[in-house]
């Protein structure tokens, strides 16, 4: 059996920059970090003693007998890719998903991580980022950028860097103090709104050459914001988070609604410096940047939402139980029968 933990991350600046269509072209950046709200990948062989031969739980429960069954599109390639069979595989998490953390990546890379487990493989965090951005966007198709994979598997406070040959990771090089007055400043709420992201991105993968302008200056971003935390200039990382969502909700119209607007704008009047929807837009969690004195009004404010608290973490995915399996693929076939 093995159990996996990755983290959620919380996008700050560069969103769109991570599309190959622009990356390929222009080159791109994020600044991100991953933080301590994670989900939970349990997996271990099922025992042959079943009318199924899986057992996938998440949001609803599957079992079937053949993987060409499974309905759930990254469970079904990820077993495909890796060979898998006979699986009893469980899904858990701290915050719901399709809210802008990155949730579906975070599980890609747990379930990946938990697969090579199972094999008795290692598998360093760059192949697990890359085999999920694989399993993602080419085997399952799906829209998007490929940050969100790298964040769940190297955590950390980081700077990525795309260009036609892959990705870098840089670590952001701040002190102590400065990067916990940023995460003290920052505040998390949750607008009760959840969206099928690929639908937003894929609108944002039309607006790519339309939008270079915008998306040029949000990579520009990345390096203004690097300067404002290496300079201890924690309260010009706010406002520039202002200056992300009105350029995000430039490009795509979609990101935003009335009802976003109208909270956004309550937390800027209460005295928050800046903020920004996170991941696609249209819901999910809304980021507050908010100095200390000024959180209470805030919180007043935005009283019908609720607020969640997170600290940073570095960890990234990782294994927090494994134990090896005897595994007989004779029990398939012989079930099979």
Same mark, same amino acid.
Request: net charge negative.
């Given at each position: 059996?093995?159990?996996?933990?990755?983290?959620?991350?919380?996008?700050?600046?560069?969103?769109?920059?991570?599309?190959?269509?622009?990356?390929?072209?222009?080159?791109?950046?994020?600044?991100?970090?991953?933080?301590?709200?994670?989900?939970? #990948?349990?997996?271990?062989?099922?025992?042959?003693?079943?009318?199924?031969?899986?057992?996938?739980?998440?949001?609803?429960?599957?079992?079937?007998?053949? #993987?060409?069954?499974?309905? *759930?599109?990254?469970?079904?390639?990820?077993?495909?890719?890796?060979?898998?069979?006979?699986?009893?595989?469980?899904? @858990?998490?701290?915050?719901?998903?399709?809210?802008?953390?990155?949730?579906?990546?975070?599980? &890609?890379?747990?379930?990946?991580?938990?697969?090579?487990?199972?094999?008795?493989?290692?598998?360093?965090?760059?192949?697990?980022?890359?085999?999920?951005?694989?399993?993602?966007?080419?085997?399952?198709?799906?829209?998007?950028?490929?940050?969100?994979?790298?964040? &769940?598997?190297?955590?950390?406070?980081?700077?990525? =860097?795309?260009?036609?040959? %892959?990705?870098?990771? *840089?670590?952001?090089?701040?002190?102590?103090? #400065?990067?916990?007055?940023?995460?003290?400043?920052? !505040?998390?709420?949750?607008?009760?709104?959840?969206?099928?992201?690929?639908?937003?991105?894929?609108?944002?993968?039309?607006?790519?050459?339309?939008?270079?302008?915008?998306?040029?200056?949000?990579?520009?971003?990345?390096?203004?914001?690097?300067?404002?935390?290496?300079?201890?200039?924690?309260?010009?990382?706010?406002?520039?988070?202002?200056?992300?969502?009105?350029?995000?909700?430039?490009?795509?119209?979609?990101?935003?609604?009335?009802? =976003? @607007?109208?909270?956004?704008?309550?937390?800027?009047?209460?005295?928050?410096?800046?903020?920004?929807?996170?991941?696609? %837009?249209?819901?999910?969690?809304?980021? =507050?940047?908010?100095?200390?004195?000024?959180?209470?009004?805030?919180?007043?404010?935005? %009283? %019908?939402? !609720?607020?969640?608290?997170?600290?940073?973490?570095?960890?990234?995915?990782? #294994?927090?139980?494994?134990?090896?399996?005897?595994?007989?693929?004779?029990?398939?076939?012989?079930?099979?029968?």
């Amino acid at each position: 059996m093995v159990i996996t933990q990755t983290p959620f991350r919380i996008s700050f600046f560069g969103g769109g920059t991570d599309f190959p269509g622009f990356y390929e072209k222009h080159g791109g950046q994020v600044l991100s970090t991953s933080i301590d709200k994670y989900c939970y #990948v349990t997996v271990r062989h099922l025992p042959p003693f079943f009318e199924y031969s899986n057992n996938i739980v998440y949001s609803k429960c599957e079992q079937v007998k053949h #993987v060409d069954e499974i309905e *759930h599109p990254l469970v079904r390639n990820a077993m495909k890719h890796l060979d898998m069979h006979d699986l009893t595989i469980l899904y @858990d998490a701290d915050l719901p998903a399709r809210t802008g953390l990155g949730t579906s990546s975070s599980f &890609a890379v747990g379930l990946l991580s938990a697969f090579y487990s199972l094999k008795g493989k290692y598998v360093d965090k760059r192949r697990l980022a890359e085999e999920a951005i694989y399993l993602e966007r080419v085997l399952c198709n799906e829209s998007g950028g490929i940050q969100d994979q790298i964040a &769940a598997a190297y955590g950390g406070l980081n700077k990525i =860097i795309f260009g036609p040959g %892959g990705f870098e990771v *840089h670590p952001m090089v701040v002190s102590g103090g #400065v990067k916990d007055a940023l995460n003290d400043n920052l !505040m998390l709420f949750f607008t009760g709104l959840s969206r099928y992201s690929f639908t937003i991105q894929m609108e944002q993968e039309k607006n790519l050459e339309r939008k270079n302008r915008q998306l040029l200056r949000m990579k520009d971003l990345v390096d203004e914001a690097e300067r404002t935390l290496v300079e201890g200039r924690v309260d010009d990382f706010g406002r520039l988070l202002d200056t992300e969502w009105e350029l995000k909700r430039e490009i795509n119209g979609k990101v935003s609604n009335p009802v =976003i @607007d109208g909270h956004y704008d309550r937390a800027m009047e209460a005295g928050a410096l800046g903020g920004k929807l996170l991941g696609a %837009g249209g819901g999910g969690f809304l980021l =507050i940047y908010a100095p200390k004195e000024k959180q209470t009004q805030v919180r007043q404010a935005l %009283g %019908g939402l !609720m607020e969640i608290p997170f600290r940073f973490e570095t960890g990234g995915s990782r #294994v927090l139980y494994y134990v090896p399996e005897i595994y007989d693929p004779m029990e398939k076939r012989m079930r099979e029968k």
